[in-house]
């Protein structure tokens, strides 16, 4: 069965770092999304993505987010200069359209420190 | 931002009995609700879904019931298996819109 996958399953930086995280969305899908998980929080969305531009994006998807789909597999979560807060449990997820089943990544936790 | 609520954090139950997880939003105009299911150290499964123009829909052991005039969803599981141990997340979206809003998750516990 296709599934999302992601890398790095765990990522440790310096705060003030720049990291990318990467994911590979099921290949017919069209929409691609980020979420993310603060410890012992719910789950947050960030953005999504479609026809290589953002669609949507919350409050929290600020100027130091981006997204990118640099090749027709690869969809990433770049964080230009990382704060302590950023530590989370980020997911990726694909829909085949608009409106469909959000199937989720494996996730990827990220620690600033 | 609380547009969706579980407000049970933890659930114990028996084997073979049946699970029953509560979800209530706030936003009139979601439509589209799912219900996901988290193991540790994993991302959110989709289980089952229902759009606003149902009130049940059924798939296996899992039913999701939709009381649009409550603004309330519920997942029953029947019967409960150990397996099926896992934080269970309700969320929503409306038309148009890929945001899907999270509530807080249900720690679903079934004991042997």
């Known amino acids: 069965e296709p599934e999302v996958t992601q890398t790095p399953s765990h990522q440790v930086t310096q705060m003030g770092q720049e990291v990318i995280l990467r994911c590979v969305p099921i290949s017919n899908h069209l929409y691609f999304y980020w979420y993310r998980q603060i410890l012992g929080q719910k789950v947050e969305f960030l953005v999504s993505?479609?026809?290589?531009?953002?669609?949507?994006k919350s409050e929290i998807f600020d100027d130091q987010f981006s997204v990118e789909r640099p090749d027709g597999s690869n969809f990433t979560l770049k964080i230009r200069s990382t704060k302590l807060e950023d530590s989370a449990m980020y997911f990726c997820a694909s829909s085949l359209a608009e409106q469909e089943t959000q199937y989720f990544g494996p996730g990827t936790r990220l620690l600033v420190l | 931002d609380q547009q969706v609520k579980q407000n049970s954090p933890s659930l114990s139950v028996q084997e073979g009995r049946i699970s029953i997880l509560n979800c209530d939003y706030t936003n009139s105009m979601f439509d589209y609700f799912l219900w996901y299911k988290k193991y540790p150290a994993e991302g959110p499964t989709f289980l089952i879904s229902i759009s606003s123009i149902k009130d049940k829909n059924e798939d296996g052991r899992f039913t999701v019931f939709l009381n649009k005039s409550a603004k309330h969803l519920s997942l029953h599981i029947v019967p409960s298996q150990p397996g099926d141990s896992a934080v269970y997340f309700c969320?929503?979206?409306?038309?148009?819109?890929?945001?899907?809003?999270f509530g807080a998750g249900t720690r679903l516990t079934v004991k042997p």
């Open positions: 969320a929503a979206s409306q038309y148009n819109n890929n945001d899907m809003r």
């Open positions: 993505f479609y026809n290589n531009e953002i669609s949507e």
